[in-house]
Protein backbone atom coordinates (compact mmCIF):
# COMPACT_ATOMS: atom_id res chain seq x y z
CA UNK A 1 0.00 0.00 0.00
CA UNK A 2 0.98 3.29 -0.79
CA UNK A 3 0.65 6.35 2.07
CA UNK A 4 -0.26 9.96 1.19
CA UNK A 5 2.54 12.24 1.04
CA UNK A 6 0.99 15.08 3.81
CA UNK A 7 2.78 18.42 4.78
CA UNK A 8 0.31 18.95 7.59
CA UNK A 9 -3.10 17.67 8.34
CA UNK A 10 -5.42 20.25 10.77
CA UNK A 11 -9.26 20.05 11.30
CA UNK A 12 -11.81 22.16 10.07
CA UNK A 13 -15.58 22.78 11.13
CA UNK A 14 -18.39 25.21 11.51
CA UNK A 15 -19.02 27.53 13.69
CA UNK A 16 -22.09 28.66 15.24
CA UNK A 17 -20.24 31.94 16.73
CA UNK A 18 -17.35 32.67 14.84
CA UNK A 19 -15.88 35.68 16.84
CA UNK A 20 -16.55 33.76 19.85
CA UNK A 21 -14.74 30.54 19.00
CA UNK A 22 -12.09 32.77 17.04
CA UNK A 23 -11.40 34.27 20.45
CA UNK A 24 -11.41 31.05 22.73
CA UNK A 25 -8.74 29.52 20.13
CA UNK A 26 -6.10 32.67 20.75
CA UNK A 27 -6.88 33.68 24.32
CA UNK A 28 -7.70 30.50 25.97
CA UNK A 29 -5.51 27.58 24.11
CA UNK A 30 -3.15 30.67 22.56
CA UNK A 31 -3.55 29.91 18.87
CA UNK A 32 -1.62 31.73 16.35
CA UNK A 33 -3.86 33.61 14.10
CA UNK A 34 -2.50 32.35 10.68
CA UNK A 35 -4.85 33.51 8.18
CA UNK A 36 -8.34 34.93 8.10
CA UNK A 37 -10.79 36.00 5.26
CA UNK A 38 -14.04 37.56 5.12
CA UNK A 39 -16.09 36.95 1.59
CA UNK A 40 -19.42 37.38 0.84
CA UNK A 41 -20.12 33.46 1.15
CA UNK A 42 -18.66 33.26 5.00
CA UNK A 43 -15.51 34.33 7.27
CA UNK A 44 -12.73 32.25 7.97
CA UNK A 45 -9.85 31.62 10.33
CA UNK A 46 -7.37 29.26 9.85
CA UNK A 47 -4.87 28.16 13.14
CA UNK A 48 -1.97 27.12 14.66
CA UNK A 49 -0.08 26.12 17.73
CA UNK A 50 3.45 25.81 18.29
CA UNK A 51 5.00 24.59 15.11
CA UNK A 52 1.86 22.60 13.98
CA UNK A 53 -1.37 23.75 12.27
CA UNK A 54 -4.27 22.91 14.50
CA UNK A 55 -7.98 23.80 13.17
CA UNK A 56 -10.00 26.04 10.20
CA UNK A 57 -13.10 27.47 12.18
CA UNK A 58 -15.89 28.80 9.31
CA UNK A 59 -18.27 31.40 10.35
CA UNK A 60 -21.17 32.46 8.18
CA UNK A 61 -21.00 36.00 6.77
CA UNK A 62 -22.10 38.88 8.12
CA UNK A 63 -26.05 39.21 8.26
CA UNK A 64 -26.11 35.74 7.43
CA UNK A 65 -27.98 33.36 9.81
CA UNK A 66 -25.23 31.15 11.76
CA UNK A 67 -23.98 28.37 10.82
CA UNK A 68 -24.63 25.16 12.07
CA UNK A 69 -21.44 23.46 14.11
CA UNK A 70 -21.27 19.45 13.87
CA UNK A 71 -22.24 17.43 16.77
CA UNK A 72 -20.23 17.50 20.11
CA UNK A 73 -19.63 14.18 19.54
CA UNK A 74 -18.51 14.41 15.78
CA UNK A 75 -14.87 14.12 16.66
CA UNK A 76 -12.56 16.07 19.09
CA UNK A 77 -9.18 17.73 18.61
CA UNK A 78 -6.16 16.36 20.16
CA UNK A 79 -3.18 18.70 20.99
CA UNK A 80 0.01 16.70 22.41
CA UNK A 81 1.75 18.53 24.77
CA UNK A 82 5.04 17.85 26.31
CA UNK A 83 3.35 19.00 29.76
CA UNK A 84 -0.27 19.15 30.33
CA UNK A 85 -0.37 19.76 33.76
CA UNK A 86 1.61 23.35 32.84
CA UNK A 87 -0.75 23.47 30.02
CA UNK A 88 -3.64 23.40 32.01
CA UNK A 89 -2.70 26.17 33.74
CA UNK A 90 -2.18 28.09 30.72
CA UNK A 91 -5.91 27.32 29.97
CA UNK A 92 -7.31 28.08 32.87
CA UNK A 93 -5.65 31.16 33.58
CA UNK A 94 -6.22 32.67 30.05
CA UNK A 95 -10.27 32.05 31.24
CA UNK A 96 -11.01 28.55 30.23
CA UNK A 97 -12.16 25.82 32.02
CA UNK A 98 -10.35 22.45 31.85
CA UNK A 99 -11.58 19.07 33.34
CA UNK A 100 -9.06 17.45 35.81
CA UNK A 101 -6.10 15.54 34.86
CA UNK A 102 -6.57 11.72 34.01
CA UNK A 103 -3.80 9.73 34.13
CA UNK A 104 -3.72 6.35 31.92
CA UNK A 105 -1.62 3.07 31.32
CA UNK A 106 0.02 5.44 28.03
CA UNK A 107 -0.02 9.40 29.42
CA UNK A 108 -2.13 11.82 31.17
CA UNK A 109 -4.82 13.97 29.55
CA UNK A 110 -7.31 16.86 30.25
CA UNK A 111 -10.15 18.25 27.85
CA UNK A 112 -11.73 21.49 27.55
CA UNK A 113 -14.51 22.21 25.03
CA UNK A 114 -14.70 25.00 22.31
CA UNK A 115 -17.56 27.43 22.50
CA UNK A 116 -18.74 25.23 19.88
CA UNK A 117 -18.83 22.20 22.66
CA UNK A 118 -16.28 21.20 20.69
CA UNK A 119 -13.87 18.92 23.02
CA UNK A 120 -10.14 19.80 22.64
CA UNK A 121 -7.92 16.83 24.51
CA UNK A 122 -4.66 17.83 25.74
CA UNK A 123 -2.65 15.20 26.19
CA UNK A 124 1.13 14.25 27.11
CA UNK A 125 2.61 10.52 26.23
CA UNK A 126 4.78 9.40 29.16
CA UNK A 127 4.78 5.64 27.73
Same mark, same amino acid.
Given at each position: ?9 ? +? ?14 ? *? ?13 ? &? ?34 ? +? ?15 ? &? ?14 ? *? ?16
Amino acid at each position: MTAITAREAY +VSYNSSDFDTTCRFYE *DVLGCTLLETWDRDD &GRGAYFGIGTVSLVEVFGAAHGAAPLTPPPVDAFAV +VVVAPDVAAARVIVLSN &GGVPGKIVDESWGRYF *DVADPDGICIYVIERTG
